[in-house]
């Protein structure tokens, strides 16, 4: 691994052996798009069952931070396609340059996502005893909500009471706790396990790669990659590209599907 | 040492791909916020998608790899199609107990008292 830019006594030429490595990030990538694809699954079909609960759960997420964050990510892979590009052409001074540079968004990003958490920590909404989806709207100054905003949560929560009564109602079933603020609670409790779930996978796989970028910035300061070696800098930036696109797609389905109801 | 045929793309049109992809997520964002029923969903899905195929072909080189690789691409999201097909099927046309999911209960149409779940 090593011995860099060496021809391998199994392959007939650099060039193939450079596909071979391709070939062999592209299936685990592949193997990544159904472990995400599995939670992916579990979300539609439990955002498609509850859908008001999921809205009102969607709606407490923070827009701004997570519009943030795409940004934040989206550049982080411009940074890192640029660390490609510089280690295609030789610039061996530039690879370290924008690697560190797409560590740094990369940290970023991982720092919005703990404001994030703390956030739904303050306010009541992490899955088990103490869930509460109506915690803020009761506790407004708490969590900082007033006027319109408190009046669209309430005006929401008060719907979503509704639709479980009445969801209840048409699949007659009659248990206690089957219909209110309990099912609404319940069923928002399985937004925010999707939400912790999926965002919380996504950040591993964040941490993981600002491993390997700390990796590969050392490698490249010691001039390691060029024109000729850099199949470590090309493979870590198809993974942090595929960790970009899982971003693509949590951010409009965790923050945006029910905006236009608040 | 063999010569290298690979392509390298450049910094313009990763540029180019960056502004892109700023664009599709302020596009998505004002986009949630306009009440189009069932369509939200619909086009939120649709500029996600555009702004992967934009990330796949071009920074991760996806347009300039061998067909092998480009096979390789394709079948991974034809897999997921798979599951994905398949697990919502199931959801759609079982009978289910006393799970309350999948709404529109038709108790006419079902076995007796158990709604049958649509999608």
Known sequence: MHRTGELYGQFQTLEQQKESATLGMWTFLITEILFFGGMFLAYTINRHAYPTAFGVGGNMLDLNLGFANTIVLIASSFTMAMSVWSAQTSRKKAIPVWLLATLILGSVFLGIKVVEYKQKFDHHLIPGHNFDIAYCSNNPSVCGLSGKALEDERKEIAEAVEAEKANAEQLNISQPGAAGITAVNAHAQLYFSLYFGMTGLHALHMIIGAGLLIWLIYESFKGRFDANYNTPVENIGLYWHFVDIVWIFLFPLLYLINRHLA | ?119
């Open chain 2, 1 to 119: 040492m063999a010569e290298h045929s690979e392509h390298i793309v450049s910094p313009k049109i990763y540029a180019s791909v960056l502004a892109a992809l700023l664009v599709g997520t302020a596009l998505t964002v004002q986009a949630a916020k306009i009440d189009l029923g069932p369509w939200n969903i619909v086009l939120a899905l649709t500029i996600a998608v555009t702004k992967m195929t934009l990330v796949i072909l071009f920074f991760m080189h996806g347009k300039y790899s061998s067909r092998r690789t480009k096979l390789i691409i394709v079948s991974g999201f034809f897999w997921l199609a798979i599951m994905l097909a398949l697990t919502l099927a199931d959801y759609g046309t079982r009978h289910a107990e006393p799970s309350r999911s999948f709404l529109t209960p038709a108790p006419s149409i079902g076995r007796p008292g158990v709604p049958r779940l649509s999608l």
